[in-house]
């Protein structure tokens, strides 16, 4: 019985190793920056709320998906952003703050820059090798439809077709 139990307890965690090792790699936005200046790859900013219920879905079903995980670790800096951060930080040359006008509970003007104020979550921000932005990508996405997003992005297929042509050219 103890070797049945240590058996099925070292298979287990032989098919849930790979997994450990499929995260994300969260950034802060400086890091992000960093890394993007020293080998520029594009960058992807999940921008959310503690309080935002489909901000923890993404969380806890898409962000920890395998697939997902290894295919935003590979092509992408992932920063997670907190839009109602109260910290400063400075970029470009500007500073940064949190703002008590932005919208009813007030927002950090990184994130409503990011966001061109239209404040919603989660929302994605996607930016190139030189940090200009691609696209805003607002709520929640299944895994299913998110990897198919990620690989419109990373594969540059936004520079010549929409995001539906690009679908029906995968066959989806």
Request: include cysteine; glycine fraction near 8%; hydrophobic fraction near 40%.
């Amino acid at each position: 019985m103890k070797i049945t139990v240590s058996f099925l307890l070292f298979v287990v965690f032989l098919f849930a190793a790979p997994g450990l090792s499929a995260q994300i790699e969260w950034l802060s936005w400086e890091e992000a920056v960093a890394r993007n200046k020293k080998a520029p790859k594009k960058m992807l900013i999940d921008v959310y709320t503690e309080w935002c219920g489909w901000c923890k879905k993404m969380d806890s079903q898409v962000f920890t998906d395998p697939l997902i995980a290894k295919y935003v670790k590979e092509h992408f800096y992932a920063v997670k952003f907190d839009a109602e951060q109260k910290g400063q930080l400075t970029y470009d040359g500007h500073v940064f703050k949190f703002n008590t006008t932005f919208g009813r509970r007030g927002a950090h003007e990184l994130a409503y820059a990011l966001l061109d104020g239209r404040m919603s979550y989660p929302t994605i921000v996607y930016l190139d090798e030189k940090r200009d932005r691609i696209t805003i990508s607002p709520g929640f996405k299944p895994a299913g439809s998110f990897i198919h997003e990620l690989g419109y992005i990373q594969g540059g297929h936004y520079r010549g077709k929409t995001y539906q042509d690009y679908l029906k050219s995968i066959g989806k």
